[in-house]
């Protein structure tokens, strides 16, 4: 073996580089599952962005390591690949930046996003893959190579699991995107400085790394003023609030009376046309019931439909269960939220729970005599699981015998095959279901179900009021769904199953059957 300049490392310089491994380790993964998310939000395809990402960066991973074996020779090689390592560091550093904020600015100008998040996840993926077995070249020339090998992939894999677990519980919900990325930018630099203080790198190096810090750290610095501006072209009214937290990107807009709620870049409501909506949603089902009681809230977080429940004289308890905690506070404390929903989740009737519906569900007690389920559209597996066999199950189980249980189910003209699916689904526990809809102009036809057990006859459905879009001649008319919301006699969908998300599919695709 050719003998290096830097051969024998010391014990001090080989912590340095495998801590720099294991750290640019944790960095990469952190980039990669930032960009999937950043895509999830900008494109609304979770399962395809996570796809892209993963499947690409480990290809690219493969190419850099196949890369890596024509780098370094001369009479130094040692100091090549040391050199080599250093770069690959330094070039770490501005992907970071530069990579969530070229997507943002792709999407604002409509450019091709999916071509740009496959570009820098393949930059990222060779990066890394360069590293392992460089770092294994610099150690094999004090230990035996299976030693080399062995510590540097555990230190590698030990990094990405650091990363891959600060992400979702640390960085996205206490910092956002931007802010994640500027900091991230620095972690490579610091290893960069740490390598050029131990190691000989020589004069011009250890110049571009103190030149690399300021700079890097000045752009980080401005990163997150300058991705608020370009996210706030990417709304048609003024951003009163934005909140990133640990399941989702929360934005609140403003013009005049229009207050428009968005997560990850959907419109979730507009209040000029939101009661329609939560009308619709709520009084069928507790009109058709006749005597609601108790009543458990699905999803719901902003507190509208927690409204209209709270117009009922008759209701005592309502459970509310809300995946975020931070549109909780939110819709507490936002001033102009706080006022479109009228403090309802600071009535005394109302018991807030946190958590994920699927799992709190099986820890309720006692049964509703109304279900309503308030879930975003079932775009994604996890989402469409809260439409399932067993998650009605669930519910079933807290279902009083004369109950009623409802849901959203997306639009019935764009998406006809998910209300038929949910239908469908519900049939499967021997439900008896009668789909309705309503035109809320910020979405056109909207849809729900509203489904009992076989054999109830509900009485006719009086409502003891009148709202601003319902009344006792619009409850009247709601049922049935027009043809044209209904998929054509003898087309048929499959119920929607844990294992079998085919509500997913059927949302993605929407109206054209033929895809």
Known sequence: MTRTALAPLTGLQVRVLLAAAALSSAVSLVLELMLATQASYLLGDHALATGVVVGTFLAAMGLGAWVSQFLAGGDDPGLVLLRLFLAVELALAPLCLLAPLALF??????GPVWLGLVVFTVLVGALGGME????????????????????????????????SLLFPLVLLPWLGLLPTAGLLALVPLASSAAIAAVFPVGRRWRWSVAAALPVIAVAGWGLVPLGDRIEDGLYDDPVVSRIQSR?????????????????????????????????????????IQGHPARVLLLGAGDGLALREVLRWPGVGQVDVVELDPVMLRLAREQPFLRRLNGASLEDRRVRLLVGDAFEQVRQLRGTYDVIIADFPDPATAPLARLYSVTFYGRLLRRLAPDGIFVTQASTPFFSPRVLASIQATLAELDLQTRPYGVDVPSFGPWGFVLAYRRGIRPGPAVLPFQGRWIDQGQLDRLFPLSRDLTLPPGERVLPNRLQRPVLADYQRRGRWRDN
């Open 132 to 163: 392992v077995p460089l770092l294994t070249r610099l150690l094999e020339s004090r230990q035996q190579l299976r030693v080399a090998l062995a510590r540097v992939l555990a230190l590698d894999y030990l990094g990405a699991l650091v990363g």
């Open 105 to 110: 600015a792709l999407f604002r100008q409509g």
């Open 247 to 287: 399941h989702q990107r929360i934005v609140l807009t403003r013009r005049r009376d229009d207050l428009r709620l968005f997560l990850d870049g959907q419109l979730q409501f507009s209040s000029l046309d939101e009661y329609r909506y939560h009308e619709a949603l709520v009084h069928p089902a507790m009109a």
